[in-house]
């Protein structure tokens, strides 16, 4: 997982490598720790910087914040600012409100809302959970081993074809003897792992959603804005993909340069360090200020913009697009479903999980890619790193 709205990418992605080869060094849960903190701190200062540039561009005007745990808090905003909604929004929110515990109302959400004085939906920020995260890691991953495992089953029926010397494309091959070799070529992928013969491909294991925006306005002032920014000095667009169908918006990539200035008397203006004192660090480090964290930190960062018009962020939200729908189905259309993939989704939990607790050293990595395990297993692992151990029924 290569994650471009951290500051220290190559970092985490070279500790993250090696952990996917079985490879631990004794200051990996120290680095991890202090990477999470200082890019934790850093992303989520220049998000909120970024929108308010973002929204003084399309609203010209100031707006409060409100930080938001749960998406049910999400979905009633879009409730309060529907008041002039269309006859679509307006049936949307009435089956909402009718039966809000159907509409994930519960699932977490790191992020904070941008409203005006009426209380009314401007836009959010966000930053992704850990477990999401690991989620999107498993796709990635899976996808690209998807590939090397497909290669590797096409030698193994080349070697066969030669064999009984016949083309490959005449080559008959019985289900049962196709599915044996794709096993047999997911055990060799699972090996090279093993043996340290493995690089991870960064293009392949990108990420750069892990900060999003998301701005709410006309599709005129969206336009306007995607225009603007073509021409801002301290930020670009890199990527951009227009969505219609059920779920319509608009996602751009844009890099950033960070304000280093800022976000550094920023945490100790607030005293930011308090947030950390259980990580496993001593106050008297946090106290010292972000600067010894940010050596070697890179000077931009990415973050995905999403540009929607209210309608379509309701529908988004309650409607046929409904995220959590979405995540199912992404999580349901993977072309392969090993335990390699699987395996590399506990593990970057597992990492996350490590970076989050008071521990700071471990002296075993829980998960082998070449392994199997059951999600009781990296459950019981976090749990450990927080001093909760299970207790036991029966003795």
Same mark, same amino acid.
């Given at each position: 997982?290569?994650?471009?709205?951290?500051?220290?990418?190559?970092?985490?992605?070279?500790?993250?490598?090696?952990?996917?080869?079985?490879?631990?060094?004794?200051?990996?849960?120290?680095?991890?720790?202090?990477?999470?903190?200082?890019?934790?701190?850093?992303? !989520?200062?220049?998000?909120?910087?970024?929108?308010?540039?973002?929204?003084?561009?399309?609203?010209?005007?100031?707006? #409060?914040?409100?930080?938001?745990?749960?998406?049910?808090?999400?979905?009633?905003?879009?409730?309060?600012?529907?008041?002039? !909604?269309?006859?679509?929004?307006?049936?949307?929110?009435?089956?909402?409100?009718?039966?809000?515990?159907?509409?994930?109302?519960?699932?977490?959400?790191?992020?904070?809302?941008?409203?005006?004085?009426?209380?009314?939906?401007?836009?959010?920020?966000?930053?992704?959970?850990?477990?999401?995260?690991?989620?999107?890691?498993?796709?990635?991953?899976?996808?690209?081993?998807? +590939?090397? $495992?497909?290669?590797?089953?096409?030698?193994?029926?080349?070697?066969?074809?030669?064999?009984?010397?016949?083309?490959?494309?005449?080559?008959?091959?019985?289900?049962?003897?196709?599915?044996?070799?794709?096993?047999?070529?997911?055990?060799?992928?699972? #090996?090279?792992?093993?043996?340290?013969?493995?690089?991870?491909?960064?293009?392949?294991?990108?990420?750069?959603?892990?900060?999003?925006?998301?701005? $709410?306005?006309?599709?005129?002032?969206?336009?306007?804005?995607?225009?603007?920014? +073509?021409?801002?000095?301290?930020?670009?667009?890199?990527?951009?993909?227009?969505?219609?169908?059920?779920?319509?918006?608009?996602?751009?990539?844009?890099?950033?340069?960070?304000?280093?200035?800022?976000?550094?008397?920023?945490?100790?203006?607030?005293?930011?360090?308090?947030?950390?004192?259980?990580?496993?660090?001593?106050?008297?480090?946090?106290?010292? !200020?972000?600067?010894?964290?940010?050596?070697?930190?890179?000077?931009?960062?990415?973050?995905?913009?999403?540009?929607?018009?209210?309608?379509?962020?309701?529908?988004?939200?309650?409607?046929?697009?409904?995220?959590?729908?979405?995540?199912?189905?992404?999580?349901?259309?993977?072309?392969?479903?090993?335990?390699?993939?699987?395996?590399?989704?506990?593990?970057?939990?597992?990492?996350?999980?490590?970076?989050?607790?008071?521990?700071?050293?471990?002296?075993?990595?829980?998960?082998?890619?070449?392994?199997?395990?059951?999600?009781?297993? $990296?459950?019981?692992?976090?749990?450990?790193?927080?001093?909760?151990?299970?207790?036991?029924?029966?003795?």
């Amino acid at each position: 997982m290569y994650l471009t709205s951290f500051i220290h990418r190559n970092d985490l992605f070279n500790i993250a490598e090696r952990w996917l080869l079985g490879r631990l060094e004794p200051d990996d849960g120290l680095r991890i720790t202090r990477i999470l903190i200082c890019d934790g701190f850093v992303l !989520g200062q220049t998000l909120e910087a970024v929108t308010k540039i973002l929204l003084e561009m399309v609203h010209g005007q100031l707006f #409060q914040e409100e930080h938001i745990q749960v998406k049910g808090q999400l979905r009633d905003a879009i409730c309060r600012s529907a008041q002039d !909604g269309n006859l679509r929004v307006r049936e949307l929110v009435r089956l909402y409100q009718t039966n809000p515990e159907f509409f994930y109302r519960e699932a977490p959400i790191n992020g904070v809302l941008c409203l005006d004085q009426q209380k009314r939906l401007l836009g959010l920020y966000r930053i992704k959970r850990p477990r999401r995260i690991a989620e999107k890691a498993n796709r990635y991953v899976a996808n690209w081993i998807f +590939t090397m $495992v497909q290669e590797r089953a096409r030698e193994l029926a080349m070697e066969r074809a030669r064999k009984q010397n016949v083309p490959l494309e005449d080559l008959i091959t019985p289900k049962k003897q196709m599915d044996l070799e794709f096993i047999n070529a997911e055990r060799d992928i699972a #090996q090279r792992f093993r043996d340290n013969n493995m690089h991870l491909d960064k293009a392949a294991l990108r990420i750069h959603d892990v900060g999003g925006i998301k701005i $709410v306005a006309t599709a005129e002032k969206l336009s306007q804005l995607t225009a603007t920014l +073509t021409e801002h000095p301290r930020m670009r667009i890199i990527d951009q993909e227009n969505f219609s169908g059920n779920y319509q918006a608009t996602s751009l990539i844009i890099e950033v340069y960070w304000d280093r200035e800022q976000i550094c008397r920023g945490y100790t203006d607030h005293r930011a360090w308090k947030k950390y004192l259980h990580r496993g660090i001593p106050e008297t480090e946090l106290q010292k !200020g972000l600067e010894p964290l940010l050596e070697g930190a890179e000077p931009t960062l990415k973050i995905e913009l999403i540009l929607s018009t209210f309608p379509d962020m309701v529908e988004s939200e309650l409607g046929n697009s409904l995220h959590e729908e979405r995540i199912v189905t992404q999580r349901d259309n993977k072309a392969y479903k090993g335990y390699i993939p699987m395996n590399v989704e506990f593990l970057i939990e597992y990492l996350f999980a490590l970076g989050a607790s008071p521990q700071v050293r471990i002296d075993r990595l829980p998960i082998k890619l070449w392994g199997r395990y059951l999600p009781d297993t $990296v459950i019981d692992q976090i749990r450990a790193l927080y001093g909760m151990e299970e207790c036991e029924l029966f003795c």
